[in-house]
């Protein structure tokens, strides 16, 4: 079950991953996230934003609230570019691995600080990744 989700918010400028940071602070602390896992999906989705602006040339992002089987809320994330796709995208998950000038913690950094991480890219059809948070 998912309730309210945003409208899709653009990420095409630094002041858009600001915003997304913002957005999602609150939308996690609406949906009851200790402060702990707040900086943990926040963390996941500014380092997704930028990788949205600096790698896919910019996109979407979708926030939305939304409920497990068992009743428990969490945060569903829903990032989109139509750059220039992932073709390796095992190595894109492998720690230390960069496509730029990064540390290469980013996907595979991001995946850790979440509960649900899926990855979808083709290359030259963009990228789309989707993370979800539960409440503790």
Known sequence: MTTGPTDAMPVTSQDD????RQVVRTAAASAGFSLVD?????????ELARNTLV??????????QTVNERGKPGLRIVF???GPGIPDQEQA???????GNGLG??????RRLVDEFSLESEPGEGTTVTVVKWTR
Do not use: F, N, P, Y
């Open 93 to 99: 998950l492998v720690d230390g691995w960069s496509s």
């Open 105 to 110: 913690l980013g996907l595979s950094g991001t």
């Open 80 to 82: 989109s570019d139509a």
């Open 17 to 20: 991953v600001v915003r997304v």
């Open 55 to 64: 790698h896919g040339g910019g996109g979407s992002v979708g926030i939305e």
């Open 38 to 46: 707040q900086t943990k999906i926040v963390t996941a989705a500014s």
